[in-house]
C-alpha cells in the first residue's frame, strides 16, 4: 500500500491550516484552521503507524484528537466572551478581555 498520496495529503493540509492561521483575522476561521493542522498531524501519525505496522501513530493520533477537543471547546468559550464585549469575533479586539 503505498502512503505517499497520504503523506502529501497531510502536507496539503497542514499548509491550508498555516495559511488560514497566519491570514485570517476571525478567531472562528483561526480555530478552525489550528483543526485543520492537527487533523494534518493526525493523519501523518496514523499514516507512518500503518508503515511500520505499530499502533504508536494511532494512539498519538487519538491523543491528537482529544487535545483537538478541548481546543474547540476553550476557543468557542473565548468567541463567546470576545462577542459578548464587542459583538465581533475579529481578533483585533482581543485585547477587550484583559481585566
Same mark, same amino acid.
Given at each position: 500500500?503505498?502512503?505517499?498520496?497520504?503523506?502529501?495529503?497531510?502536507?496539503?493540509?497542514? @499548509?491550508?491550516?498555516? #495559511?488560514? $492561521? =497566519?491570514? %485570517? %483575522?476571525? +478567531?472562528? +476561521?483561526?480555530?478552525?484552521? #489550528?483543526?485543520? +493542522?492537527?487533523?494534518?498531524?493526525?493523519? @501523518? !501519525?496514523? &499514516?507512518?503507524?500503518? =508503515?511500520?505496522?505499530?499502533?504508536?501513530?494511532?494512539?498519538?493520533? !487519538? !491523543?491528537?484528537?482529544?487535545? &483537538?477537543?478541548?481546543?474547540?471547546?476553550?476557543? $468557542?468559550? $473565548?468567541?463567546?466572551?470576545?462577542? %459578548?464585549? @464587542?459583538?465581533? #469575533?475579529?481578533? %483585533?479586539?482581543?485585547?477587550?478581555?484583559?481585566?
Amino acid at each position: 500500500m503505498p502512503l505517499a498520496p497520504y503523506f502529501i495529503l497531510s502536507g496539503v493540509l497542514f @499548509s491550508i491550516g498555516l #495559511v488560514g $492561521l =497566519l491570514i %485570517r %483575522r476571525n +478567531l472562528l +476561521l483561526i480555530l478552525l484552521s #489550528v483543526e485543520i +493542522l492537527l487533523n494534518a498531524a493526525n493523519l @501523518s !501519525f496514523v &499514516a507512518a503507524s500503518a =508503515l511500520h505496522s505499530e499502533l504508536t501513530g494511532q494512539v498519538f493520533a !487519538f !491523543f491528537g484528537m482529544t487535545i &483537538a477537543a478541548a481546543e474547540v471547546t476553550v476557543g $468557542l468559550a $473565548l468567541a463567546l466572551l470576545l462577542f %459578548r464585549s @464587542s459583538a465581533s #469575533v475579529d481578533t %483585533r479586539n482581543i485585547e477587550l478581555l484583559k481585566w
